[in-house]
């Protein structure tokens, strides 16, 4: 080949490579925190305000999201949205988180919960700290919005809090891009969604777990989340096809009795009261409701 003809080949090579590592920019990133799947995390005490290591955690959680905040910015988000989602949602320190983000904190008690703040303008949707579901083996602190269920299964799926959320986000038209947590919630969210980006932070071992370094932790959730967004076109909202059931299975017979009182709910059996709804939206809102 002639010298001319190399150098166009590499001025094309280049290009295309250059368009395909460029940062997708003017991003709108959505990152919905909780706090059981933080590097470290393992007993209730370590997420409950007052418990002893409630305030290491919270600065790890923090820079958890951090680490998420850093890379979107890397690649080419323009405005992020840090909605913290675990218990009082006022756990992430705000002094300390970066500014190219803005905090969403404490409870609306409107349907979105988890996802209050998102709407249709949002490219992508990323969960740090992430739990399985409840009824999960070596799931680390494992629950379902509340320690009083057993199971959350619609259209026959069993759910965890991340599936519940990625129909809210999907509701939008927003996919889930990465979901961080133990390697049961990882899973679980592979099997659910398919196409997503994980980062597993530690492993649970019954009510023990074998886990990362924070800073290894956060190295990963740096990577996966500039892996996620560079290719984000590729992922798909997540949607399941109407119509729809919902089936709440309850660990108290004293749950499923006051569940069955809500218009439309079927008791199935000792445990389980189950819905019927024609849109998300609606689906959202009984569930909200049978878990009161
Ligand atoms: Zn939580």
Known sequence: MKKAAVAIVLLFTLTFFAAAQAPAKGLKVFISVDMEGITGVVNWDDVTVGGLDY???????????????EAAQAAG??????????DTGRNIL???LNPGAKLLRDWSYGPLSMMEGIDKTFDAVIFIG????????????????????????????????????????GMFDVPVVL????????????????????????EGIGSAELGLSP???????????????????????????????????????????????????????????SFKADDVMTLIKLFRLAKM
């Open 55 to 69: 305030g290491l955690f919270r600065k790890l959680m923090t820079q958890e999201v951090n680490a998420a905040v």
């Open 77 to 86: 988000a323009a405005e992020i949205v840090v909605r913290d989602a675990h």
């Open 94 to 96: 705000p002094d300390l």
């Open 130 to 169: 992430y739990h399985a579901r409840a009824s999960t083996p070596n799931g680390v602190l494992k629950h379902t919005m509340t320690t009083k269920l057993l199971d959350v299964i619609i259209n026959g799926l069993k759910m965890p809090e991340a599936g519940v959320n990625a129909l809210i986000a």
């Open 179 to 202: 979901v961080t947590g133990d390697k049961a919630i990882c899973g679980q969210a592979r099997d659910l969604f398919g196409d997503v980006e994980t980062v597993m932070v530690k």
């Open 215 to 273: 800073q290894a932790a956060q190295a990963q959730i740096r990577e996966k989340t500039i892996a996620a967004l560079r290719r984000v076109k590729a992922f798909k909202p997540y949607k399941l096809a109407p119509p729809y059931t919902l089936d709440v299975a309850f660990a108290d017979e004293a749950g499923a009795q006051k569940a069955s009182w809500i218009p439309g709910a079927v008791r199935k059996d000792e445990h389980t009261v």
